[in-house]
Each structure stands twice: as C-alpha cells, then as structure tokens.
C-alpha cells in the first residue's frame, strides 16, 4: 500500500510550487496525486534533488522534495550544507519504508535509522498520519511555517499511511 | 573571466566549492553569484532548480573537475533540462584545495565533449587558454538550451583568500537580486544552436 492522497491534498493547500525528488513505491499514490497540480521533476539522485529545491528556493520557490529513506544518505550533504548551511527553507517528504508490515531485511535498516538521521537534520518532523493535528489544513500550516521560518522539515509517511 | 562574463550577460552564477570559489569571490565578486561552501558537486543541480523556477532565469555554473565528477547526476539532469544554463568546467586533473590530490577520472582531448554531447547539452565547447575561453563564451550566445565549455587548466600558483560573507548572507543577498531580476525581465531569450566544437 502506498501513501494517501491526503499528503497531496495537503501539499497543494500549501504554499508549495516547486516539487522534485526521486520516485518511491510508499510515495508513489501522493506524488502521482501531485502530479495533478504541479510540474513534477523526478531526478536521478536524492543530493541533486535537494540541491535543485535549494535553486528553486533562492529563486523565490517554495520547494518539496521527495525521496525514499534509503535516499537520505545520498541527500544528507545537500541538506546540511547547501539548505540548512544556508538557511534555505525545503520541505522532505520521505517514504519511511521497513517500517509497520514492511520487513524487508534492506528496508528495515533503514527504517530502523530514519528517525535518528532526520533528528540530525532536523528537529521539524512529523510522520504523516499519526497526530492528532494531522488534516490537510494542519499539514499544510506546519509545510508554511517552515518556509516562514526558514527552516528544513520533515514529513515522514510510513507504508499505507 | 567567467564571473565577469556571468555579470555582464545578468547570468546567476553557481560556483562550486574550491579554489575557483575564491578566484570569483576575490575578483569578480556579485550579488549574482552563489557559492556552494559545502555541497560539493551540487552547483548545477542547484542552477537547474534556480532557472526552472522562472522561464526568463537564466545561469551559469563555474566548478572544477572534482566537482564535475562528484555531481554527474546534476549534470546529467541540466543537460537534458533544456534550460538557459552554460556550465564551465575547470578542468586541472586534481583535488588543488585538498592538497593537490590527483583526480583519476580524465577526460582528455575528445572526450570530455563528447561526454557532454551524450548527455544531452546543445551547446558544447572546449578550451585550453584565455583567449579559448573567451571565445567560447562568446560563441556560446546567443542560445537556447544547455552549453557546456570544458577548460583545461592548471593548478594556479596564487591562492585567494575564503570570502568574508558568510554562508546565509550569500543566501539573502543571491534570492534579493534574483527579486529583483525577475521583477525587471531578467536577460535575452536566445535561439536554438547546436554548434558543437572540440
């Protein structure tokens, strides 16, 4: 099962215009929904992914990445030194895979460290689908906030979210 | 040169990490250009993003071979992207600001073009001196779609200082000219060429 339409349905009451990233199965439902209204740019690796949301932003942008978790170990330079260095507001929706009913060995080692190596990003996260403020409308205040603030944050969507 | 070209064709200049960061920043400093401190191999990747954002955005990229290689998926991405973006290529064989480390990927003589034809640039161009340089650059407007000029350099004997300005404040003072380009109608809108030279 893949990600809800609800992550999109919130994205696009949010101020975001600018989205990228790499293509994933837990995300594959949202970013097809995403599709819908926005030009979608998929790239062939999660660093340049963030590195174009970062253009995007400097450009007057409000950029979302997507990517697996898998891909934050290609994205982790991007993020710390190009959007966080220079305090570039990017919005990461990462599919959280080995997580819940997903056991797969290589996705669980991942899944595993996902939360440990967003809070080294971070400390803006929410996982999609398990707060009590979790509406589209909610969603996409917490997206806004982040580009308000300038901030890098998180949305983190587990299997069938 | 490349940063005063960039200046005077109003291109947003992406320089990657290194020694040529400090070259532009020391001589041919602007609210136009970015420096990537960190995020090497990221500088086109991050131009793409920058001219998709806004159709009459129009870039360039200054970066070493090292970063060349590091971000090959960036490259790949703005050689297809179709945008206005001229991406030069220093091209000294090593790792100059690490200590002079040599890099193991070369693209000598033919190949480095023809790498950049495979990729998808329309605009493709090689240089081996100033004067190369300089007409490439000129040779390479005016068009449409992405141009790439590799340059065969050599480790320069005098090193520039770091930039004063610091990370964030290169971030405010790029996205204010960037406002305020596109608030004027930022640049010319070039034709389509495919000229390739080697």
Same mark, same amino acid.
């Given at each position: 099962?893949?990600?809800?339409?609800?992550?999109?349905?919130?994205?696009?009451?949010?101020?975001?215009?600018?989205?990228?990233?790499?293509?994933?199965?837990?995300?594959?439902?949202?970013?097809?929904?995403?599709?819908?209204?926005?030009?979608?740019?998929?790239?062939?690796?999660?660093?340049?992914?963030?590195?174009?949301?970062?253009?995007?932003?400097?450009?007057?942008?409000?950029?979302?990445?997507?990517?697996?978790?898998?891909?934050?170990?290609?994205?982790?330079?991007?993020?710390?030194?190009?959007?966080?260095?220079?305090?570039?507001?990017?919005?990461?929706?990462?599919?959280?895979?080995?997580?819940?009913?997903?056991?797969?060995?290589?996705?669980?080692?991942?899944?595993?460290?996902?939360?440990?190596?967003?809070?080294?990003?971070?400390?803006?996260?929410?996982?999609?689908?398990?707060?009590?403020?979790?509406?589209?409308?909610?969603?996409?205040?917490?997206?806004?906030?982040?580009?308000?603030?300038?901030?890098?944050?998180?949305?983190?969507?587990?299997?069938?979210? | 040169?490349?940063?005063?070209?960039?200046?005077?064709?109003?291109?947003?200049?992406?320089?990657?990490?290194?020694?040529?960061?400090?070259?532009?920043?020391?001589?041919?400093?602007?609210?136009?250009?970015?420096?990537?401190?960190?995020?090497?191999?990221?500088?086109?990747?991050?131009?793409?993003?920058?001219?998709?954002?806004?159709?009459?955005?129009?870039?360039?990229?200054?970066?070493?071979?090292?970063?060349?290689?590091?971000?090959?998926?960036?490259?790949?991405?703005?050689?297809?992207?179709?945008?206005?973006?001229?991406?030069? *290529?220093?091209?000294?064989?090593?790792?100059?600001?690490?200590?002079?480390?040599?890099?193991?990927?070369?693209?000598?003589?033919?190949?480095?073009?023809?790498?950049?034809?495979?990729?998808?640039?329309?605009? *493709?161009?090689?240089?081996?001196?100033?004067?190369?340089?300089?007409?490439?650059?000129?040779?390479?407007?005016?068009?449409?779609?992405?141009?790439?000029?590799?340059?065969?350099?050599?480790?320069?004997?005098?090193?520039?200082?770091?930039?004063?300005?610091?990370? *964030?404040?290169?971030?405010?003072?790029?996205?204010?000219?960037?406002?305020?380009?596109?608030?004027?109608?930022?640049?010319?809108?070039?034709?389509?060429?495919?000229?390739?030279?080697?």
């Amino acid at each position: 099962m893949t990600a809800r339409p609800g992550l999109a349905a919130a994205v696009a009451r949010s101020t975001v215009d600018f989205v990228c990233g790499v293509p994933d199965s837990v995300l594959s439902d949202a970013t097809a929904e995403l599709e819908r209204t926005y030009d979608v740019h998929y790239l062939p690796r999660e660093d340049a992914a963030v590195a174009a949301a970062v253009g995007a932003a400097l450009n007057g942008g409000r950029p979302l990445v997507f990517m697996k978790n898998a891909g934050l170990g290609n994205a982790l330079d991007a993020l710390v030194s190009l959007a966080v260095c220079h305090a570039v507001p990017v919005i990461v929706v990462v599919g959280w895979a080995g997580t819940r009913s997903d056991r797969l060995g290589h996705h669980v080692v991942w899944g595993d460290r996902t939360a440990a190596v967003v809070g080294s990003v971070s400390e803006h996260c929410r996982v999609v689908g398990e707060g009590p403020d979790d509406g589209p409308g909610d969603l996409a205040g917490y997206i806004d906030e982040g580009f308000e603030l300038r901030q890098v944050r998180f949305l983190l969507v587990r299997p069938g979210a | 040169m490349v940063g005063r070209w960039a200046q005077a064709e109003r291109r947003a200049l992406f320089v990657g990490n290194g020694y040529l960061l400090r070259d532009v920043a020391h001589h041919a400093d602007a609210a136009s250009n970015f420096y990537l401190f960190g995020g090497m191999g990221l500088a086109t990747a991050t131009a793409v993003g920058y001219a998709a954002t806004d159709p009459s955005s129009r870039a360039a990229v200054l970066e070493g071979d090292g970063n060349f290689f590091m971000g090959l998926a960036g490259t790949a991405f703005c050689a297809s992207s179709g945008l206005d973006i001229v991406h030069v *290529v220093y091209a000294n064989g090593m790792y100059e600001s690490s200590g002079g480390q040599p890099l193991r990927c070369e693209l000598g003589g033919s190949r480095a073009p023809t790498l950049a034809r495979g990729l998808g640039y329309s605009w *493709v161009g090689a240089a081996y001196n100033e004067h190369g340089l300089a007409m490439a650059l000129s040779a390479c407007h005016p068009r449409s779609g992405t141009a790439l000029i590799w340059v065969g350099g050599a480790p320069e004997p005098d090193v520039s200082p770091r930039p004063r300005p610091g990370p *964030v404040e290169i971030a405010d003072r790029f996205s204010s000219w960037a406002r305020a380009a596109r608030a004027s109608g930022q640049g010319l809108s070039g034709q389509a060429e495919t000229r390739h030279t080697s």
